[in-house]
């Protein structure tokens, strides 16, 4: 008995050890650097973006292989039946003798032939050009729009980041604020019982510590959901628990003006360059478009080789030439496809002017919303000072009957949620300007993008 009992202490001691380490495995200290790296790499939304890039790259590649001469070769070998031949017309008399003499018809039941062909195209109307040039704006639009694809998944995942940051923030506040009210509660509850307290003053210290107790539940909530969220978003397993490493947070960079963002959204900003880069492909197809009217001309040759046994053998028979095409249909069908392709092309064009009023309008916007924060960051902090001291003095009084057990808690919930403004306005001041980072097209990994050139 005593050895069993030694064996289960020492299978519950590497089960308890076992399970502190599954759980120390799932704690993750991360900086905001490491997050968006992370994020990158497990977006789906980046990997859809970056297969797209490849199917414009492979269009390049295909627009670019027109170019190439076509080689075709083809083979067939055919079984024949003994037709029935009755001649109308009367054979001359040699043929006659030489069928009295046996010759007569060769029996053929089978036959073999191949051919190889090749065609290189001389000139196309231009279209193969076009399509070149077409491609290759195309496929920078494509780089573009991964760009801006990869810009809002950093911003996704700097909102993913800021929001845990700010649960945990608040679940810690919280629950300094619980430990003075659970202490509060204690001194009240034995100064009730010597007769030195109201009943009442007791009960109000108690609510108080109910209402905290209470926002801790909704905080830790908070927190567990902005968790998973950003676990999610980073490809980690569910339930990790994620330290946020917020070093850097309080620096906020100078805003500069409004004018000189603009001005960098307006050279950065992907999309606009996506745009602009569309904007030349239709242009170049309305000239491939155009180029219907021309005819084609290429340079053909090709190979032939056929054996019929007993009849004819078919050996080094080759051709080369020039082969001319021209569809005259097109004279009156090419027409409406020009009119599509200067209409695609208005509708970029006039996207330019859209997307151009879009830019300023965002831009504007971040930029006064990161000025706004960090203007609350500065009178958040003034709050935390006025309400430290509010409290230092609230306390005083009290311990001196000079105030209200009202006053007392007044006096607490204005410090801790003075705190919590504060810690959250630090967070928001840093999204803001990330924003503003994306809405000028200069968002990278975590790093500060100048505001200014001076």
Known sequence: MKHKHKLVMAMATAMAAGTLSAGAQQVKKLTLTEAIEMGLKSSGRMQIATAKTAEAHANLREANERRLPDLKASGSYL???????????????????????????????????????????????FRIKYGIESAKYLEQASK??????????????????ANVYKAKRSVELVKENLQREEARVKDFTNLEKNGLMARNDLLKVQLQKSNVELALLEAESNL???????????????????????????????????????????????????????????????????????????LTGGYIGADIPSFLTVTNALNVGVGLQYNVSSLWKTGSKVEAAKARLHQAEAMEGI?????????????????????????????????DENYRITKNKYDNNLATTTDLLDADVAQLQARLN?????????????????????????????????
Not at 260 to 265: L, T, Y
Not at 361 to 368: C, I, K, M, N
């Open 224 to 298: 567990k959901i902005a968790a998973m969220n950003l676990a999610l978003q980073l490809g980690l397993a569910e339930g990790t628990e994620i330290q946020p490493d917020t070093t850097g947070m309080e620096a906020m960079p100078d805003a500069g003006s409004v004018a000189q963002w603009e001005k960098i959204a307006l050279e950065q900003r992907k999309d606009k360059s996506a745009l602009s880069a569309r904007i030349q492909a239709a242009k170049v197809g309305v000239n491939a478009a155009k180029g219907e009217y021309w005819p084609g001309l290429a």
């Open 79 to 125: 079984r024949l039946n003994t037709p029935d031949v009755n001649l109308k017309v009367k054979l001359g008399s040699s043929q006659s003798s030489g069928q009295e003499s046996g010759g007569g018809m060769p029996k053929v039941d089978q036959l073999t032939y191949g051919m190889v062909t090749a065609t290189l195209p001389v000139f196309s109307g």
């Open 422 to 454: 504060y810690a959250f306005s630090k967070a928001d001041a840093m999204v803001a300007y990330k924003k503003l980072q994306k809405a000028a097209g200069v968002l990278n990994l975590g790093t500060e993008q100048p505001a200014t050139q001076k």
């Open 144 to 161: 573009f729009d991964a760009e801006t694809d990869r810009q809002e998944v950093i911003e996704t995942t700097i909102n993913a980041f």
């Open 355 to 387: 997307i151009s009023d879009q830019v300023r309008l965002e831009v504007t916007h971040a930029y006064h919303s990161y000025v706004l924060g960090t203007q609350k960051t500065k009178v958040f902090a003034q709050s935390v000072e006025q309400a």
